[in-house]
């Protein structure tokens, strides 16, 4: 008589699987009526959310919802490409990681044509040439000083009376990238986070399935098929390093012993620090969950202080910033206060908005992820979490940061997928793995839908993610040359004149370029004569960046600010040397 348990098994887990497959489909369409709320946004900035929605991931939706109704396993099959063994292999991860660095790095200047779009990337390079310098904050030359505002203190830390500046972000980002430039290859900087977690990725999954080695071809597949890993992986952003540095920590951790520890421990030194403080520990809470449930109080006790100093450590870092100047700080400089705990409380609650924001940014970051990603780690997720205390940090690991961002920024500006949740891709990625494996052990075969949505994922979705990316980005990209290459001395940019032209304001911390660029709304009218005795002025105005308005799908003519028309008219009065 034949056996009957394999088929039942095979016949329950595909049953399964469908029912998830089903709650993936229903999530989707369930986010897109949250969006159906979109007037109600309320914030004018708000409006890139709604409009990299409508322009960019409305359009590869299809795709998503097409896998979610198509896939389905079947019978597992013998002699699988997946199944052979060269794929799981040292030097076959050793390849794939050489040329997913060199492609973020090239991808750098092809698609983004070597330009930082956003200001938190600007301000990594920002600090890294302060930090290359040897010193903590760049001086601001006196003269300068007046103008302040003007240079753009957008996420500057106040120090004294304008005597110095640095980004208000934490060092280590910008810090990796001054290392990187000593020898000239600053740009290599995200590209090597990403080959870092996809190394760790790869030994992790080896780690928590060693009897089967198709997790080490599968965990990469489905870090390789995020489009959000590659393409923010050719940026500044800092993003990069939290998701290179928390697989570092979750090797490390999982490997155990004082050594594994104490790695760990000092990777959480430099992962808190990368940028914001709070994503590496919502990361790393899970597992200290996990540490008490099995009654490891020692090894939590460590863990506990370890943590204790060096959150300690970075909520002083600001302080201690802004303790190198030497008069106090200005009225409305820092309106919140110079501390994170300040600006913490500031901004938390929840608002009408937040809804439609989180429904659109949770889309975005479904749609810049591996096809088959969302209902894997879904499936993943349900499977391992009663038995599986590792599946289970994971899974917590990607709803905490969900939950805080929530009540403190819904709102994440530019990014490539949604970056606020790009540290744990890791983890989804972990989980689809392990919900993979589920479906093989009980006999069902997801090695050639895998196989196909990872090399559409790849072949299709990434080329259609780096032309959006490449079309947002190249308005500004050549205007940000145009002004680099005028002649001025001095250039003041109509940054209320179009969307996030304020950002087209960058200088270097020393201001040795030419030109100079200042923000319009913070230059005072009376300010014209003196500011020409320093050089010829240059203007950029909305003849100039109509480009970025017609990319925001902005054509109606305009006129120059009254503000800005104003200069133009002070510095003609004045005898200014005028560059058109």
């Known amino acids: 008589m034949t056996d009957s348990r394999p088929a039942d098994a095979a016949a329950e887990a595909r049953r399964l699987y469908d029912r998830i497959r089903l709650a993936s489909l229903a999530s989707i369409l369930v986010l897109l009526a949250c969006t159906t ?92 040439a302060i930090y290359r310098s040897g010193e903590a904050v760049q001086p601001i030359p006196i003269w300068w000083r007046p103008y302040a505002d003007a240079l753009n203190q957008l996420y ?30 600053v740009d290599l900087t995200g590209p090597a986070f990403v080959g870092l977690g996809l190394l760790c990725l790869w030994s992790i999954a080896g780690r928590l399935w060693p009897e089967d080695p198709i997790a080490r071809v599968v965990a990469p597949l489905f870090y390789l098929g995020s489009s959000q890993i590659v393409t923010a992986g050719m940026t500044a952003y800092a993003m990069n390093a939290h998701i290179g540095l928390n697989l570092l920590w979750l090797a490390l951790f999982l490997r155990g012993g004082r050594a594994g520890h104490g790695g760990a421990m000092l990777v959480g030194l430099l992962a808190t620090g990368i940028h914001q403080p709070l994503f590496h520990p919502l990361f790393v809470l899970p597992f200290f969950f996990m540490l008490a449930t099995q009654r490891r109080w020692l090894t939590l006790t460590a863990y506990s202080a370890a943590y204790i100093a060096i ?17 106090p700080i ?44 969302l209902p894997l780690a879904m499936l993943g997720t349900v499977v391992g979490w009663r038995k599986d205390a590792v599946a289970r940090g994971l899974a917590l690991g990607l709803l905490l940061p969900l939950v805080t961002v929530s009540f403190l920024v819904p709102y994440q500006g530019h990014g490539w997928g949604y970056r606020y949740l790009h540290g744990v891709i890791g983890n989804a990625c ?63 940019v109509d940054d ?22 200042l923000l319009a709304r913070f230059t005072d009218v009376s300010a014209l004569p003196r500011l020409c005795s320093k050089g010829s002025i240059g203007f950029v105005d909305w003849p100039r960046l109509s480009h970025i308005d017609a990319m925001f799908g902005i054509t109606e003519p305009r006129k120059s600010t009254p503000h800005q028309q104003a200069i133009e008219r002070a510095a003609a009065q004045a005898g200014c040397r005028i560059v058109h």
Do not use: K
């Open 37 to 128: 709320g979109e007037p109600y946004l309320g914030v004018p900035q708000e409006f890139l959310t709604a409009f990299i929605f409508r322009c960019q991931d409305l359009l590869v939706v299809p795709a998503f919802v097409a896998v979610l109704l198509v896939v389905r396993p079947g019978l597992r099959s013998t002699g699988a490409m997946l199944d052979r063994p060269w794929w799981s292999s040292g030097w076959a991860i050793a390849v794939l990681t050489l040329l997913i660095v060199l492609i973020c790095w090239t991808g750098h200047h092809i698609v983004f044509g070597g330009y930082d779009l956003s200001r938190d990337e600007q301000m990594a390079n920002f600090d890294a």
């Open 311 to 327: 959150g300690a450590f970075w909520a002083a870092w600001p302080v201690w910033i802004s303790a190198h100047g030497t008069l």
């Open 156 to 185: 500057i830390q106040p120090v004294g009376d304008h005597e110095a500046w640095v980004s208000n972000y934490l060092p280590v980002n910008a810090m990796a990238r001054a290392a990187f430039g000593v020898v000239g290859l």
């Open 330 to 373: 200005p009225r409305g400089a820092a309106p919140v206060g110079v501390g994170y705990i300040d600006r913490v409380l500031t901004v938390i609650g929840i608002h009408a908005r937040t809804v439609v924001l989180m429904a659109m940014n949770l889309l975005r970051f479904v749609t810049w992820q591996h096809l088959l990603l």
């Open 430 to 492: 972990l989980l689809a793995t392990g919900g993979l494996l589920w479906l093989r052990a009980r006999g069902l075969d997801m090695a050639r839908p895998m196989a196909w949505t990872s090399l559409a994922s790849v072949s299709i979705m990434l080329p259609v993610h780096l032309v959006m990316a490449h079309r947002q980005a190249e308005p500004f990209r050549a205007l940000d040359r145009a002004i680099a290459a005028s002649p001025a001395d001095i250039v003041i």
């Open 496 to 517: 209320t004149e179009a969307p996030f032209a304020r950002d087209l304001v960058i200088n270097r911390p020393d201001l040795s370029n030419r030109p100079i660029r």
